[in-house]
Structures are given as C-alpha cells and as structure tokens.
C-alpha cells in the first residue's frame, strides 16, 4: 500500500492529469521512466509540473514525452532547464515495438496520466488513449449523475 501524506493523499504522486479520463478513453497502461536533468528533478520533488497538454509520440524509434510543464527551479542559476523541452521516456524495447505498432491507428494517442516518485526515481503513467466525441462526455457525465443519485437513495435504505 503506497504511504498517504495528513491529506489522505499519495505521498508519491507528483501530478495528476484529471481531465486525460475525461477527454479521453483510455485503453491500455504504460509505466515509464523519465530521463531528466538535475534542476529538473528538483522541480518535480517540489511538485511543480504541469501534465494538462502533455502527450508523447516517437521520434527516430525512441519515445518522447512533449508538452509537459516542469517549473524552473527556483534556487537554479544560469543552467537552469527549458520548462517545456522534450523529455525521453525509457521503457523496454517490447514495449516500444508494442506502442509504435498502436500508435499507428488513426486517432489513438499517447497521454501522460500521472507523475509519480518509485524508489527515488520519477515515472510516468502513459495511457493509450482514444479520444471521446461530445455526446460520449455528456453520456459519462449522465451516468455518473445517476450513480450518485441511486447512491444517494440506497443510503437511506
């Protein structure tokens, strides 16, 4: 069971992309480790990262997450990093090969779901994901207002 922090929240978990689910039906899971600089990891330890646009494609047969927001460091100097640069992800060539072979469908894309701290080093959680028409986010939306209404009945039972 991973540590919770007085909040009752993951005391790993660095960020959170939330609104991935929403847009998003997401199919399939990948962890994968991140290749950062030193001022870069600083900044994730401090939680400062912002996954909302990010998303990772291939470039040359590796894998590279891009559009992810890491904060500069604030006590960085001169060597600080680009808060926006393309960042490698590392993950096993099976993997790869399995991933370049999805990708290639039409409208199926790779999303950062979570960022998260294991054993000192930073991850990301990548989803394959597909993306939702409106009528799918209304649908889901509905649903869940139902759910919660019958739960609010059952309560009471």
């Not at 096993?92 to 199926?108: D, M, P, R, S």
């Not at 939306?141 to 739960?151: A, G, L």
């Amino acid at each position: 069971m991973a540590k919770k922090n007085h909040q009752g929240l993951d005391a790993n978990l660095i960020a959170q992309n939330k609104k991935a689910r929403h847009d998003y039906t997401v199919t399939d899971t990948f962890e994968a480790g991140l290749v950062l600089t030193g001022t870069e990891i600083k900044s994730v330890r401090a939680r400062r990262v912002t996954l909302k646009d990010g998303y990772a494609q291939f470039h040359n047969g590796e894998l590279w997450l891009m559009n992810v927001h890491i904060a500069e460091f604030a006590g960085g100097n001169i060597f600080n990093h680009d808060p926006l640069r393309n960042r490698k992800l590392l993950l096993h060539k099976k993997e790869l090969k399995k991933l370049q072979g999805e990708l290639t469908a039409k409208g199926v894309t790779l999303v950062p779901l979570k960022m998260y701290l294991k054993h000192g080093y930073a991850k990301v959680l990548l989803g394959l994901a597909q993306g939702k028409h409106e009528y799918d986010k209304r649908n889901a939306i509905k649903k869940r207002e139902q759910d919660r209404q019958i739960d609010r009945v059952m309560k009471h039972y």
